[in-house]
């Protein structure tokens, strides 16, 4: 996991694997993770990584319902959790 300190919080940044960018417009994924400690950044972008993931495997499955689900369950869950999902779009 690329953890980077921007600002005085700590943010997860990760590249969208190939596998996803069919379905994930963002080549680069920023996340908040709403902390200036850098042990809690890390438990908590293992977590955040892997909710996204979730997400795109099941859009992949098919499962285009459930992954809007999940996704827009975890972006109004994220405020809560401390988490926060950013990114940027790519350029064609």
């Known amino acids: 996991m690329s953890i980077a300190k921007r600002g ?5 940044r990760r590249r969208v694997q190939r596998r996803y960018l069919s379905i994930e417009p963002r080549e680069t994924v920023w996340i908040s993770l709403y902390t200036d400690s ?14 996204m993931i979730e997400a795109w495997e099941a859009r ?3 499962n ?10 975890a972006r109004d869950l994220a ?3 401390g988490l926060s999902v950013s ?3 790519r350029c064609r």
């Open 8 to 12: 005085r919080l700590y943010h997860l």
């Open 38 to 51: 850098e042990t809690v950044a890390r438990s908590k972008a293992d977590r955040a990584w892997s909710q």
């Open 60 to 62: 992949l499955a098919g």
């Open 64 to 73: 285009s319902e459930d992954a809007e689900v999940r996704y827009e369950a």
């Open 79 to 81: 405020p809560r959790a």
């Open 87 to 89: 990114g940027r779009r």
